[in-house]
């Protein structure tokens, strides 16, 4: 499975005293359908956060971003893919 929807984490459910969540509020969900047709639904993230997908957004463009959760980078890989090798 290497598809992945973007998920993002709606600031009302954020759950209370989290503040580092609000930098990194996109997430990495399993696409088990089209990421199109999962667009609205809560789901859980890979790294077990609850978010609400964003359809229009590809995760492998906006999870090598700054504001996407550095857990959910690590499961996918997405990061590391698009970082030069040393
Ligand atoms: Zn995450």
Redesign the pocket.
């Known amino acids: 499975m290497d598809t992945y929807a973007v998920?993002f984490?709606r600031p009302d459910r954020w759950s209370r005293g989290e503040p580092a969540h609000h930098s990194?509020p996109?997430?990495?969900v399993e696409a088990h359908r089209l990421p199109s047709e999962l667009d609205g639904e809560i789901e859980l993230?890979?790294?077990?956060?609850i978010?609400q997908i964003w359809g229009s957004q590809k995760w492998d463009r906006v999870g090598a971003g700054r504001t996407?959760?550095?857990?959910?980078?690590e499961?996918t890989s997405v990061g590391k893919a698009l970082t030069p090798a040393r």
Do not use: F, K, S
């Open positions: 998920g984490a990194h996109w997430h990495a993230a890979v790294c077990g956060a978010v996407a959760c550095p857990t959910c980078q499961v």
